[in-house]
């Protein structure tokens, strides 16, 4: 039963059931008293808007973010944000350790590439390209210089910085999405343990 007082404190009351047999929902479903500060409570309120007028769902998701950020830190593993999509993109959230990074300025369209490991062995490729700006002349070839001075018959065009976030399975998946020298430091990062015990 959730009761959220407006005045001194919210209430979240735990029941828990005595037998196998309880049939109705109030003996079925656990319930917990939280006492929650008076300076805490517009914290709270705001939460329960959030999640639609239900706290306990949003109590229930900040805890398993919570415990999932938490273990992954005693384990080594990173709290990780990365900005995905065109421009500034949007915010991702993961636990993970960095294990490569490859920037590539020699192709058409260069990149940095990063790629971590996530708890359940997962692997989050992530790829930054920067904006691009291009000239070319009427048979589509570079046009140099003269064409950045606007001599001659010269088309341009562009395209904003982009950023993209892939999770592959495991390494044979990720062969194919990143540059080869990179999936050999995560190959090799790979073998190596995570934690090894010394007998000393």
Do not use: C
């Amino acid at each position: 039963m959730l009761l959220l007082a407006l005045l001194p404190d919210i209430r979240i009351l735990l029941r828990m059931p005595l037998s196998a047999e309880a049939r109705s929902y109030h003996d079925a479903v656990p319930n917990k008293t939280i006492y929650v500060s008076d300076g805490d409570l517009p914290l709270f309120a705001r939460a329960q808007e959030l999640a639609g007028g239900n706290l306990s769902a949003a109590i229930a998701k900040a805890l398993r973010r919570y415990v999932d950020l938490s273990e992954g830190l005693q384990e080594g593993f990173d709290d990780v944000v990365v900005r995905v999509g065109i421009g500034s993109g949007r915010k991702v959230r993961f636990t993970g350790v960095l294990v490569g990074e490859w920037v590539d300025s020699h192709h058409k369209f260069p990149g940095r590439y990063r790629v971590w490991r996530g708890r359940q062995g997962k692997y989050v490729v992530h790829i930054e390209r920067s904006e691009q700006f291009w000239a070319v002349d009427a048979e589509g070839k570079p046009a140099g210089w003269r064409g950045w001075i606007g001599m001659g018959d010269v088309r341009y065009g562009g395209s904003p910085k982009e950023s993209t976030l892939e999770v592959v399975p495991d390494l044979e998946a990720l062969r194919e999405k990143v540059p080869s020298e990179l999936f050999e430091m995560v190959a090799r990062s790979a073998r190596q343990p995570t934690v090894e015990d010394l007998d000393i």
